[in-house]
């Protein structure tokens, strides 16, 4: 097992084959350019382009085509125009509608999902590392929508800031104009130019279009594939600036469960943001309160590990890839979910942004008060980042989690978990076009015993065209790897997994594409007595996906399981009789998904499995109906429901999730969201009620009601029996929450 960082290291040298043989610009940024220029002339941000400046300013040319084809300029024309003043970018749009009829929008909820709106976007690459960047969108409805780029293709939607836009809607085009404030990007200091694209989505044509080209496989954020605003003088220095953000909360609670009485609350804290230069700033929290934050999405758990759930907390959010992308999905050093949830956050501090052109770093620091048996405790981690070659990059970081106070009360033999060090270098590789991506990383745990197997470490590379995408991967995991403060799904294994999609793209008036898949997932105990390594998962999958002109979509899957138990497990996680450990079980399950065109107000995503399932079987449904109410809300309805049969004396179970979620949004500034699940898996129904006013950018009034009761029997208990009565109430609160964000 020690050979695996060796064949990492082997392995890595190879991959730097296409970054470095490719050409060391992005593929856009010399033949598509617009200028900018400075103005000292007022800017109304009306959504009229009557001043003139708009007369003035270079105009974009004709957009591209990126889906269903990514050949030709698009049908419905685009023209986008910029300018600026000492303190915000202006941008110019106007968005021509060759379609008559209604255009569809999902609601005026800031945050919309993009293919589910006709909408425009702005992505800026202001670091010029085809990476790193910053995303402004605005629906032909008004809603805004913002993120922070990373890994050059994703984009974080919860990262918030005060930006200005308006929309006015025509028969024939709609036209919208933004400002967006220096103070809310991040850029070198000197630059004269930015990557830029610009992106629109009109959903009557089934059209996206970008000013820029793209390949249609990859997505419309892609900063690979920006082209070149060109300033005419260099940026200038931002200089010292800071935002605060006080807020104050009001909060009455009950636990019907402990017969307490009415629990009464007040707090208060602030948040500050300090820019200590163009490319660097400064986050600071007092106290910080997270009881807005919208309620997770429960899910049925019949897994063998820990679920996942995302970070939603805007803390936690800016410069937040330096520490999130950390790792892969299911081996992450740090995980800032794991703070401030069981305990409250005393203070915290981010200091993040970049270090020159190639260098990025993040460091953060926060501290937990005792809560109960919770230990208070500090979490501090360190990330350093230097970009190589065109846009990969290699990263070094270093996690401490160590218990503060009182510790002696901690039992002498846990005494070595007081603290818990993590330290790794990582590679990420990423080719100019973006066909070539890849990751190789070590870590080391620090903490407790060091002769145990305490190291984790992978390699994953891919490659993808318009026709194939294929990728490879392996990992290693010590069984005495521990990560206090991150996310490790398993532990003490080799994992080997890997896959091919090929796409057909057929001349046709009904079909995009269509194509085979294929994923395998292997793992191995690599500390078996009886051999080298021996199996212990399997997972063959092999599909069939269609995808159709009117943005209806299907796959048609086959999947083979092997599992060994390494320990006792029941299927239901029910409570049940456990399968020992020891025992494998091998099975074969069929499936279909499809998806329905979301233009439409009414759509739905409907999956059926059934099958083997360890030693009995498995009914498997699911589906999400939606429907729209535009522009001011929407309906949706979540529900996975299990049958599964197993032999007695084993638990057979019926589990059944539902979701239905009310979403209205009665002008851009006043929301209204119902949320309620119920999961009889863990026998508890949810209620949760959110009132928001934006009463002023990024300033909110936040009214939240949450409720959590006993789920009604609807099958029957699955272990015959009935412990209370349906809707008994478990616990209530309420919450008012009032915060100002003060430039």
């Given at each position: 097992?020690?050979k695996?960082?060796i064949?990492l290291?082997?392995?890595?040298?190879?991959s730097?084959?296409p970054s470095?043989n490719?050409?060391?610009?992005?593929?856009n940024r010399?033949?598509?350019?617009?200028?900018i220029?400075?103005t000292?002339?007022?800017v109304h941000?009306?959504?009229?382009l009557?001043?003139?400046?708009?007369?003035?300013?270079?105009?974009t040319g004709p957009f591209?085509?990126v889906?269903?084809?990514?050949?030709?300029?698009?049908?419905?024309?685009?023209e986008?125009?910029l300018t600026?003043?000492?303190?915000?970018?202006?941008?110019?749009?106007?968005?021509y509608d060759p379609t008559?009829?209604?255009?569809?929008?999902e609601?005026?909820?800031?945050?919309y999902?993009?293919?589910?709106?006709d909408?425009?976007m702005?992505?800026?690459?202001t670091?010029n590392d085809?990476t790193?960047?910053f995303?402004?969108?605005?629906?032909?409805a008004?809603?805004?929508t913002?993120?922070?780029q990373?890994?050059g293709?994703?984009v974080?939607?919860?990262?918030?800031?005060?930006w200005?836009?308006?929309v006015k809607n025509?028969?024939d085009?709609w036209?919208?104009?933004f400002?967006i404030?220096?103070?809310s990007?991040?850029y070198?200091e000197?630059?004269?130019?930015?990557g830029?694209?610009?992106g629109?989505?009109d959903?009557?044509l089934n059209e996206?279009s970008a000013?820029?080209p793209?390949?249609r496989q990859?997505?419309?954020c892609?900063?690979p594939?920006t082209g070149t605003l060109?300033?005419?003088k260099?940026?200038d220095?931002a200089?010292?600036?800071?935002?605060?953000?006080p807020?104050a909360t009001g909060?009455?609670?009950?636990?019907y469960s402990?017969?307490?009485?009415?629990d009464?609350k007040?707090?208060?804290g602030?948040d500050?943001k300090?820019?200590?230069?163009?490319?660097?700033?400064l986050d600071l929290?007092?106290?910080?309160?997270?009881?807005q934050?919208?309620?997770?999405?429960q899910?049925?758990?019949l897994?063998?590990?820990?679920l996942?759930?995302?970070e939603?907390?805007?803390?936690f959010?800016?410069?937040?890839?330096?520490?999130?992308?950390l790792?892969?999905?299911n081996?992450?050093?740090?995980?800032?979910r794991?703070?401030g949830?069981?305990?409250p956050?005393?203070a915290?501090a981010?200091l993040?942004?970049?270090?020159g052109?190639?260098?990025?770093i993040?460091?953060?620091d926060?501290?937990?008060?005792?809560?109960?048996d919770i230990?208070a405790?500090?979490?501090?981690?360190?990330a350093?980042?230097?970009?190589?070659f065109?846009?990969?990059?290699?990263?070094?970081?270093f996690i401490?989690r160590?218990?503060?106070?009182?510790?002696?009360?901690?039992p002498?033999?846990?005494?070595?978990?007081r603290?818990?060090r993590?330290?790794?270098l990582?590679?990420?590789?990423?080719s100019?076009d973006?066909?070539w991506t890849?990751?190789?990383?070590?870590?080391?745990?620090?903490s407790?015993?060091?002769?145990?197997?305490n190291?984790?470490?992978?390699?994953?590379i891919?490659?993808?065209?318009q026709?194939?995408?294929?990728?490879?991967?392996?990992?290693?995991?010590?069984s005495?790897?521990?990560a206090?403060?991150?996310?490790?799904r398993?532990?003490?294994?080799?994992?080997l997994n890997?896959?091919?999609?090929?796409?057909?793209?057929p001349e046709s008036?009904?079909?995009?594409s269509?194509?085979p898949?294929?994923k395998?997932?292997?793992y191995?105990?690599?500390y078996?007595s009886?051999?080298?390594?021996?199996?212990t998962?399997?997972?063959?999958?092999l599909?069939?996906?269609?995808e159709w002109l009117?943005k209806?979509?299907?796959?048609?899957?086959?999947?083979?399981?092997f599992?060994?138990?390494?320990s006792p497990?029941?299927p239901?996680?029910t409570g049940?009789?456990?399968?020992?450990?020891g025992?494998?079980?091998d099975?074969t399950?069929?499936?279909?998904?499809?998806?329905s065109?979301?233009r439409k107000?009414?759509?739905?995503?409907?999956?059926?499995?059934?099958?083997g399932y360890f030693n009995g079987?498995r009914?498997?449904?699911?589906?999400?109906?939606n429907?729209r109410?535009?522009?001011?809300?929407s309906?949706?309805?979540?529900?996975?429901y299990?049958?599964?049969d197993l032999?007695a004396?084993?638990?057979?179970?019926?589990?059944?999730?539902?979701?239905?979620r009310?979403?209205?949004?009665?002008?851009?500034?006043?929301?209204?969201?119902?949320?309620?699940?119920?999961?009889n898996?863990?026998?508890n129904?949810?209620?949760?009620?959110r009132f928001?006013?934006?009463?002023?950018?990024?300033?909110?009034?936040f009214?939240?009601y949450?409720?959590n009761s006993f789920a009604p029997?609807m099958?029957?208990k699955?272990?015959g029996?009935?412990?209370?009565?349906?809707f008994?109430?478990?616990n209530?609160?309420l919450?008012v929450?009032?915060?100002?964000?003060f430039?």
């Open positions: 097992m020690y695996y960082p064949l290291i082997s392995v890595l040298l190879f730097t084959w470095s490719g050409q060391d610009v992005a593929v010399d033949k598509y350019r617009i200028s220029r400075h000292d002339k007022a941000i009306d959504g009229i009557d001043e003139e400046v708009w007369t003035q300013a270079e105009a591209q085509r889906t269903p084809v990514d050949t030709g300029f698009a049908t419905a024309k685009t986008v125009k600026y003043d000492k303190s915000n970018i202006y941008v110019g749009v106007i968005c008559p009829g209604k255009r569809p929008v609601s005026l909820r800031r945050d999902t993009f293919m589910k709106n909408n425009f702005i992505f800026f690459d670091y085809q790193n960047g995303a402004f969108g605005i629906s032909a008004g809603a805004q913002e993120g922070l990373y890994e293709t994703k974080l939607y919860s990262w918030d800031i005060k200005r836009s308006a025509y028969d085009r036209v919208t104009e400002s404030p220096f103070r990007v991040r070198s000197g630059d004269t130019e930015w830029v694209n610009f629109r989505q959903l009557k996206k000013w820029a793209m390949p990859f997505p419309h892609s900063l594939f060109v300033w005419d260099p940026m220095k200089g010292l600036r800071f935002s605060l953000i807020y909060r009455v609670t009950k636990d402990e017969e307490t009485g009415t009464w007040w707090n208060a602030i500050a300090m820019i200590l230069s163009s490319s660097l700033n929290t007092v106290n910080p309160d997270y009881s934050v919208e309620v997770d999405r899910q049925t758990n897994d063998r590990y820990e996942f759930f995302p939603k907390r805007q803390f959010l800016e410069n937040s890839d330096l520490f999130a992308s790792g892969t999905d081996v992450r050093p740090f995980f800032s794991r703070i949830l069981e305990n956050v005393i915290g981010r993040s942004g970049n270090l052109k190639r260098w990025r993040g460091i953060m926060i501290q937990t008060d005792k809560e109960e230990y405790a500090n979490y501090m981690v360190t350093l980042q230097r970009q190589v065109s846009r990969s990059n290699i990263s070094a970081f401490n160590q218990l503060t106070g009182d510790t002696e009360s901690i002498w033999g846990m005494r070595d978990f603290i818990n993590i330290a790794g990582e590679y990420n590789l990423a100019p973006n066909r890849g990751k190789a990383y070590y870590h080391q745990n620090f407790g015993d060091l002769a145990i197997r190291s984790a470490s992978a390699l994953n891919t490659r993808s065209t026709y194939l995408t294929a990728s490879l991967n392996q990992a290693f995991t010590g005495g790897y521990n206090e403060a991150g996310y490790i398993r532990k003490g294994y080799y994992q890997g896959g091919f999609q090929y796409k057909f793209f008036k009904t079909i995009i269509h194509g898949a294929l395998l997932d292997t191995f105990n690599p078996s009886l051999s080298l390594m021996s199996l998962d399997r997972e063959t999958q599909l069939y996906n269609i009117n209806s979509s299907m796959s048609i899957d086959v999947r083979e399981t599992i060994e138990l390494l497990f029941d239901t996680n049940g009789l456990k399968l020992p450990a025992d494998d079980f099975w399950e069929v499936g279909a998904t499809y998806s065109d979301n107000m009414f759509n739905f995503v409907l999956t059926g499995r059934y099958g079987n009914l498997t449904l699911s589906g999400e109906i429907y109410v535009q522009p001011y809300g309906l949706a309805l979540t529900t996975t299990y049958d599964i032999p004396p084993y638990n057979s179970a019926k589990l059944m999730l539902i979701g239905p009310f979403d209205f949004t009665f002008t851009d500034k006043l929301f209204f969201t119902s949320f309620i699940q119920y999961n898996q863990i026998d129904m949810n209620v949760n009620l928001q006013w934006r009463f002023a950018p990024v300033s909110d009034l009214i939240v949450t409720q029997d099958f029957g699955y272990n029996n009935t412990l209370h009565d349906n008994q109430v478990k209530r609160g919450v929450k009032l915060s100002y964000w430039n």
